[in-house]
């Protein structure tokens, strides 16, 4: 059963979605998750996705993002990805070496000011 909650929007003015994600999640919620921000951002015709996923604790171990980044990767093809983290854990740090090697423009951010103005750039 799933322990999280999400929170999503899509911001007119910079043209992105925002989703925010708090509690405990798994792997295969970690896949629905991304898919429902590429869905969300298909019907506001938008590319840019902001994750807020500092209050939120992965409920599996590091070796599973090898499994599950081919389908992250499939849901993030052609959009922009700036996730705020609050702090750089191997987790996160992971996450990014695995996007980037599918292709993914993603970064990692401690704050979500820096994350909306890297994106408002991209």
């Not at 980044?69 to 609050?86: C, E, F, I, S, W």
Request: proline share 1%.
């Amino acid at each position: 059963m799933s322990q999280f909650s999400t929170s999503i929007t899509y911001d007119e003015t910079t043209a992105l979605v925002m989703m925010t994600l708090r509690g405990k999640i798994t792997a295969q919620d970690v896949i629905s998750v991304y898919k429902i921000a590429n869905e969300y951002a298909k019907t506001h015709n938008c590319s840019k996705v902001l994750l807020d996923v500092v209050e939120l604790e992965h409920k599996f171990a590091a070796i599973d993002i090898v499994d599950i980044m081919p389908k992250v990767a499939h849901y993030l093809n052609g959009m922009t990805v700036a996730r705020v983290v609050g702090f750089r854990g191997y987790m996160h740090d992971l996450f990014l070496q695995k996007a980037k090697r599918f292709n993914i423009t993603a970064e990692n951010f401690d704050c979500f000011n820096q994350a909306k103005r890297w994106l408002g750039n991209c």
